[in-house]
């Protein structure tokens, strides 16, 4: 798993950098990635040239004392010369032949000194010019990815310009529009429902009002077979009387006659209005409850 996780690290890694490598060459940074090396190897040759000029100077140090002790001992020879020796004019004639390669040791010691020194300022003045290359780069890349900035952000700026009045011109209408048919098909199904509710109640309440049609039919059909049959009984219970008691006095059967006929009628209108309020109630409770 860790090594998975290596791999996996690795190859993200060498991604990235492939990525920013491709973005500085399109940005025009690799010119001053370039600069940057020169700059880092023009340091390591002043750093060269300069230990060069230095080891020149200290061997000319060396070959100028060694000449300064050389003449010092030729000095020395020359001031006791009325008491040499032939060792002393052995000496002389050495020290003589060597002070005068020593010379020449000096004087080359002298020219690569000065010829390291010059290298110093060659090496000094290459690294100002690519410090000022890189400088005047990195400026030129600024200014240029400040430009890109700006046109991005002018770009970036134009491109919701036109999204924001494409939304009011194109978008807004649209989505009214589709809400305005979605309200309306909102309210035409309402409508629909609230018709499909009232016909069906229209129909149920029709059924109702049929049955109780019926109902109140069959009420007044009873009512009126029960006042018949009162009036049958009544009547034989005329005859009866007649039949047992004395004669007959039409008067007084007209009486007993007239007396009963209001009675049944009052009968039958109270019968009738307790059905009818009784209908009605039922009516009510069924429509409004």
Known sequence: MRERGDQFTGRVARTFARLGSELNRVTGY?????????????????????????????????????????????????????????????????????????????????????AAEDAVEREFSELMRVILNRYHEE????????????????????LNMAVFVLAIVLVEPWKRRRLAQTFERKVEEMSAATTQAFESKTEELKKRLDEQGQLLSL????????????????ASLAVADESTSLPPDHSAGERISGSTTPDQDLLVAVTASAAVAGLLGWLARSWFG
């Open 139 to 158: 400026q030129a890349w600024s200014d240029k990815i400040r430009s890109a900035s700006t046109y991005g952000s002018l770009a970036a700026l134009a």
């Open 30 to 114: 690799e010119e001053i990635e370039a600069l940057k090396r020169r700059v880092v190897e023009q340091e390591a040759r002043i750093h060269h040239a300069r230990e060069a000029a230095r080891e020149a100077k200290e061997a000319y140090d060396r070959a100028v004392l060694q000449r300064a002790k050389s003449q010092r001992e030729v000095n020395d020879l020359l001031q006791r010369k009325s008491h040499w020796t032939d060792d002393d004019v052995s000496r002389f004639t050495t020290l003589v032949r060597e002070d005068h390669a020593r010379e020449h040791d000096e004087a080359r010691a002298k020219a690569a000194a000065a």
């Open 219 to 234: 009420v007044l059909e009873t009512v009126h077979l029960t006042t018949q049959v009162s009036n049958a009984e009544l």
